[in-house]
């Protein structure tokens, strides 16, 4: 058998991470641009990381660089599967002790939208796009990622087609609602074994009667959002929306909190916040129901909209009749927590658009628009892996043997019902020097050395605001 021909090294330890993946490539050409990519991808640059960026070649005049229509030639035409690279990535970070998900983490269910112009680039339309916060022209993608309070990493990521995109419409064998992606995304966290207390999403996939169904059937805990004002069909006299059983139950200050519990939370920065947290009674939710229906809030007052979550969970609460209940008991304490974790998937797009170019893409077909969000999630979780490679794993909450600790308020707590976020001592890491590997040949940016650790401090810092 022909020897491989050797691929010029990438910068850095970049390139101990992308030979990992040598196996899937089956040219020189893919293994050199799989490299090239992810250092672009890696460099700290002042405008968006088209391919030009990429390559570090002028925007318009250096279209036709070698350099760039290489990495063009790699993402379009060239024969990869972006699935299977996807798979050996989140290989890798169950095999890493330091980045390795753990049973006291959550898999987090979001979609997020960007806003394309014309309609010849695969999967774009007219549609609710939540970075914009209104309906325009764009790409919406459906995306999981697994989050303790230490550490959070992408999954899966599928994009969405609307139903004008289809021959048929809504009746399209090849047409999926969100929901129904973010379902087939969970499987394949579980085909994954990627372990996780329970998946969390907001009200956009809490509402949807399918998509909790489909969990119950694939044996998964949930803490999900509901709208505040989701009706239901109960008798006229009973509640009918999630704010209506808030405001049923009774609240007598702090000093007599009655049906309200306590709970202190904790965020990145240090500070505390003192939230009240109840179960509560609506149709066919309830405390010692399946389901359960539970309010968190600052103000059980006022129930401000900003600051009050209604949450639906299949966990059943600790004493109740739960004996034939397949899923551990969880606390008022504990809920808060895990549906707390679901902003870092929030966190997590503002790094991988910001920093990483997710959205800059300059490419039309469905494969190469998916190559691209692979890479991205690949030079995302190389971050991670070389910033924590000398710290070591990151503690998490795992009881012996790998098993989940107990979802109790005392498995996250610092005296009291707390609910730990991020501490500044668990994040912050003396960054390495970046230096240039060699003088830039001609005219553009040298390739740099060891910007993960820099471009990671970069990223953990900016917090979601508390």
Same mark, same amino acid.
């Given at each position: ?63 036709? $660089? ?119 995304? =969970? ?22 009667? $399918? ?11 949930? =803490? ?20 209506? %059983? ?11 909190? %009655? ?39 600052? $103000? ?6 900003? #600051? ?43 790094? =991988? ?35 924590? %490679? ?17 979802? #109790? #308020?005392?498995?996250? #707590? ?53």
């Amino acid at each position: 058998m022909t020897a491989r021909l050797p691929c010029p090294a990438a910068p850095g330890p970049l390139e101990d991470y992308a030979a990992r993946f040598d196996d899937l490539f089956s040219a020189i050409g893919q293994r050199r641009g799989f490299r090239e990519y992810l250092a672009g991808l890696l460099l700290p640059r002042e405008r968006n990381k088209t391919l030009t960026c990429l390559a570090g070649a002028e925007p318009m005049a250096g279209i036709n $660089d070698p350099a760039v229509q290489r990495l063009q030639y790699f993402l379009s035409e060239s024969v990869w599967d972006p699935e299977t690279v996807n798979n050996r990535r989140v290989a890798l970070l169950r095999a890493d002790p330091a980045v390795a998900p753990h049973r006291g983490g959550v898999l987090v269910i979001d979609d997020s939208g960007d806003r394309k112009d014309g309609h010849a680039t695969a999967h774009v339309s007219r549609q609710w796009l939540g970075r914009l916060g209104k309906t325009d022209n764009g790409i919406v993608t459906v995306t999981t990622l697994w989050a303790d309070e230490r550490l959070y990493v992408p999954l899966h990521a599928q994009p969405y087609t609307a139903a004008c995109r289809l021959p048929h419409g809504t009746a399209d064998p090849n047409f999926a609602t969100k929901p129904r992606i973010a379902a087939r995304l =969970v499987a394949k966290a579980l085909e994954a074994q990627i372990p996780f207390t329970a998946v969390v999403a907001d009200c956009a996939y809490g509402d949807n009667d $399918d998509y909790r169904r489909e969990l119950r059937q694939l044996g998964l805990a949930y =803490v999900l959002a509901l709208k505040r004002r989701k009706g239901l069909w109960v008798p006229a006299y009973a509640e009918h929306t999630p704010i209506d %059983a808030a405001r049923a139950l009774a609240w007598g200050g702090p000093d007599a909190p %009655a049906d309200w519990t306590r709970v202190r939370r904790r965020f990145r920065d240090g500070h505390g916040e003192t939230w009240w947290a109840a179960d509560a009674r609506l149709g066919p939710w309830g405390p010692d129901e399946p389901y359960r229906l539970v309010i968190a809030t600052t $103000d059980p007052a006022r129930l401000p909209d900003a #600051s009050t979550w209604y949450l639906t969970t299949n966990l059943p609460r600790p004493g109740g009749p739960a004996a034939a209940c397949p899923y551990p008991s969880a606390d008022l304490a504990a809920l808060v927590r895990i549906y707390a974790l679901r902003s870092w998937i929030e966190q997590g797009y503002k790094q =991988v658009k910001d920093e990483l170019g997710w959205a800059d893409f300059q490419v039309r077909s469905s494969l190469a628009i998916r190559r691209h969000q692979t890479l991205v999630m690949a030079a995302f979780c190389f971050c991670w892996h070389t910033w924590l %490679a000398a710290s070591g794993p990151p503690g998490g909450s795992v009881g012996p043997g790998g098993e989940p600790a107990p979802l #109790s #308020s005392e498995n996250h #707590s610092n005296g009291g019902q707390t609910v730990e976020g991020r501490g500044e001592n668990q994040l912050r890491h003396p960054a390495q020097a970046v230096l240039a590997v060699s003088a830039a040949p001609r005219a553009r940016v040298a390739h740099p050395l060891d910007t993960a650790p820099a471009l990671l401090a970069c990223l953990v810092q900016r917090a979601p605001a508390p």
